[in-house]
């Protein structure tokens, strides 16, 4: 089987991350930060080990800072929702994910506007566009890092820069490059950061993860048990507690934590390189075969792992119905939750095939795929 | 080591949820629901394997009315925020945990009103005094079934046709009872059932629930991908989706699903009994010690196997730190997150030491921890 659906979640992950989630699930079980005994203090602890290897990795001064989430979904709601207020103005763009656009457009109705800056058809987003979107009551700027739908990569730290310039809150949608490209949220500005645990950070499902700049005012959108301050009647006012109410999935956290220990150590710089190298043997290989259309970048300096086709005018989902029986491929058809990207390609009523690579794939499995589209595209003329 | 602390989170599991959630990441860790290929469809079956678990042990019409959450507080703020609005009333009482409290205190500021009934001091609550706060505009009560300090049981089927017969809906935190008691949302009139996967449904943490009866009006609280109508820009209105935006926590779910299944093939009945045996024997020999003050109903008919005591003026955070090094057996001190119920049982102050009791504890683990509390009743005196 050849997994390229990494894009959705990586598969498979580290032997470390399973070991890791069994050896929590077996040895310590408990309930973190909520009861005083061994078996508790020691689930906090690898908690709290994560916060600091994704503080690393994020260069995140204080790992206070990083909230876990259920997913990068659940972190991109606290943090658009959280942060914007009646009368406010937001600013991103068609290229989105609709865990951006479906939370942002739902704010319209509390009094909340926003402009969603138009892409050209490789996904890509002009600067001065987003300068000029800019009015007096505009609070947060949100864009992806890099598109989940083309691998379009967008320049986060100049709009990190711009949004400084203009005093404005800048939020980035990792979730197609935590774990694959450098994120450092000082240099690049980033005041709230939404990322996912499962997908190129290697940890498992219903992890996620938001950081929130020191001292800014987002409202959390749960209140709960903390384990902190429980003779209030009202949530606490302390990071993370916040915005963790209840139980967290820790050995989904701890697993999480594995994975980017994994990523710490092979280096950010080594997986980036291996990533694009598959990324430009794929893509190479696909501009050769005839009856393929490709859509965005197709420049593997220009775009994350992800890459988007059609063959000939067959529908998506039957493309990739056969890459799966024949070929034993996966990969994903359809629209990717990414109604506006799709508008911008010109592929909303056909969607594409996306194929995206992860670390564990080989040139093998890319050169094993191009052959496999050759033939689907033979057939398909 | 005796693990005396279920009714934070049960440890062990039993194996075939540790053997589910492995085999659910190592051989098809794939995000459902959002690819056609064999593992995604793989991963999205045994989530609706999850479902149709759940409902057969509630006794839900419709698994699709069932919401995975990423825990019992995220249900609880889904269900309170997400159904009340501004003008509205809620009754709850003082014996509830801060994850029902704190959203309710919550939303004071958004225009909802609320009534916290008092509890005597063994934790019970007086159906009249729930009827006669009744008002006008009183559109939700909310009632724990068990408390988490005492183990109080409320009587959830009168309260049930209480809401009924007032036309109000009924929400139910099941966070110290399901899995150990018999829910049965149709004849309990159980509108709302919110629900931990990883208490006494022996799932995995990073799992819960929420039960939306049919038709309910309840606003999403997050807003993203769901799979479904991608092409559109706002939340579908179909359950689950309109309430599962982002990759949720599949092994975690699959093996909350392991988790149920075990317990329908052991039986709730014979679940209850173990337990109810065991909290017996607890409860017995806790009278006899001289210095053991107990708090709440002291009968295991009407107590969920969870007790709380103090000894002679100790600090609670002491003794369970003693019980924890000196003689290995995890219990929790403190406040337990439900400030009110401290204040009911006059304990708002020192806290109380809270032994819960799960499906793997025996007779001996219970005999051992009434030798150890003996031994330090004697140091205290």
């Not at 739908?149 to 709009?159: M, N």
């Not at 240099?187 to 997908?199: C, T, V």
């Not at 048990?225 to 963790?244: A, F, M, V």
């Not at 589209?373 to 398909?380: F, Q």
Request: glycine share 10%.
């Amino acid at each position: 089987m050849i997994y390229l659906d990494n894009a959705a979640t990586t598969f498979p992950k580290p032997d470390i991350v399973y070991d890791t989630v069994m050896n929590v699930m077996k040895d310590f079980g408990a309930n973190p930060g909520r009861s005083g005994h061994k078996l508790a203090l020691k689930a906090g602890r690898g908690i709290y080990d994560t916060r600091e290897k994704l503080a690393s990795l994020f260069n995140i001064k204080n790992p206070m800072n990083i909230i876990f989430t259920y997913n990068a979904t659940d972190a991109l709601n606290l943090g658009i929702k959280g942060f914007l207020k009646k009368g406010d103005h937001v600013i991103t763009t068609a290229m989105e994910h609709n865990s951006v656009l479906r939370p942002i457009l739902g704010l319209e109705q509390k009094g909340v506007k926003n402009t969603i800056i138009k892409c050209d058809q490789k996904g890509f987003v002009d600067l001065d566009d987003i300068e000029n979107a800019i009015e007096a009551n505009t609070r947060l700027i949100v864009t992806t890092h890099a598109s989940n739908l083309t691998g379009t990569i967008y320049p986060i730290e100049k709009i990190g820069a711009l949004a400084k310039k203009h005093n404005i809150i800048y939020m980035v949608d990792a979730a197609q490059t935590a774990g694959i490209y450098h994120i450092d949220v000082e240099r690049m500005n980033i005041d709230l950061l939404a990322f996912p645990g499962h997908k190129s950070l290697l940890g498992p499902q219903g992890t996620g993860g938001l950081y929130i700049k020191e001292g800014l005012d987002v409202i959390q959108m749960k209140e709960g048990g903390t384990g902190s301050k429980s003779h209030e009647l009202i949530q606490p006012d302390i990071l993370p507690d916040k915005y963790e109410s209840g139980t967290p999935n820790t050995p989904g956290i701890i697993g999480l934590g594995a994975g980017v220990q994994y990523i710490l150590d092979k280096g950010i710089d080594n997986i980036m390189k291996h990533e694009k190298e598959l990324l430009k043997l794929f893509l190479d290989g696909l501009k050769l075969i005839d009856g393929v259309k490709i859509y965005g970048p197709l420049d593997p300096e220009k775009q994350a792992p992800v890459v988007s086709i059609n063959i000939g005018d067959e529908d998506s989902s039957e493309i990739s119905y056969i890459l799966d029986n024949v070929f034993d491929i996966s990969t994903r058809s359809g629209l990717h939750c990414a109604p506006l990207a799709h508008k911008t390609l010109g592929t909303l009523e056909r969607g594409t095939i996306r194929f995206s690579i992860g670390l564990f794939n080989t040139k093998k499995d890319i050169l094993s795929t191009l052959d496999a589209i050759k033939k689907i595209a033979i057939e398909a003329m």
